[in-house]
Structures are given as C-alpha cells and as structure tokens.
C-alpha cells in the first residue's frame, strides 16, 4: 500500500489550498481514510478522518467549519480542502489509511501514511 500527498504550498492567511491523497495497493472504499498534521517542535495531531463509505467525517475542532474532508473512491483519492487557512495551520500534512471503514480520531489506529505534504500560512 502506498499513500502519495500532494497539494502543499506557501499561501497568505485567508488563503485555499487542496490537499489530495492518493492511495494505490488497496481497495479504497473499505478504508478509512484521515489527515493529521505535524507544526514544528509539535507532535503529530489529528484534523480530519472519512469513512470507507464517505458517509461518517470527524473533525477536529480548530479545523471544523474551515476544512472539508472528502474522497473519490473511483480514483482511490481522498481530499482535505482548506479554507481561510490561518498561520497555526502551518504543518507538515499527512494522510493515513486504516484497514476498516470506520474512522478513528487516533494516529496509533492507523495502518499506513503517506510521506506528508508542507502548507505554510504566512500573516
């Protein structure tokens, strides 16, 4: 299984980016899928998860309302598109894939990840 993030860059505050995932070696439809991202000199945390199905997402609160998690599973492909993106959401974002349809909010539940993608906000 190989997961490949792509979609980071350097934006301003009030900025969108659109992260993707794309996952190759599985069946995507019977994984959850999640992104958690990492700040410098901060550890690994969670932001988004979607089930297998896509019908059950979790997020956590300093993103909610801001990003949307979302999946294609007909290209094995999950997406996080970020909205007024603010300078604390500067990390290196990583997705991951568990070997079930139901989300977790924990990375240790986690089976894969992906080799992260860097977004800077600046101010």
């Known amino acids: 299984v190989q997961l490949q993030a792509s979609g980071g860059g350097l934006v301003q505050a009030g900025d969108s980016l659109r992260l993707s995932c794309a996952a190759s070696g599985l069946t995507s439809s019977i994984y959850a899928m999640a992104w958690f991202r990492q700040g410098p000199g901060k550890e690994r945390r969670f932001v988004a998860v979607i089930s297998g199905s896509g019908a059950i997402t979790y997020y956590d609160d300093s993103v909610k309302g801001r990003f949307t998690i979302s999946r294609d599973n007909a290209k094995n492909t999950v997406y996080l598109q970020m909205d007024s993106l603010k300078p604390e959401d500067t990390a290196v974002y990583y997705c991951?894939?568990?070997?079930?349809?139901?989300?977790?909010?924990?990375?240790?539940?986690?089976?894969?990840w992906g080799q992260g993608t860097q977004v800077t906000v600046s101010s």
């Open positions: 991951a894939a568990r070997r079930t349809n139901m989300p977790s909010r924990r990375a240790q539940d986690h089976d894969y």
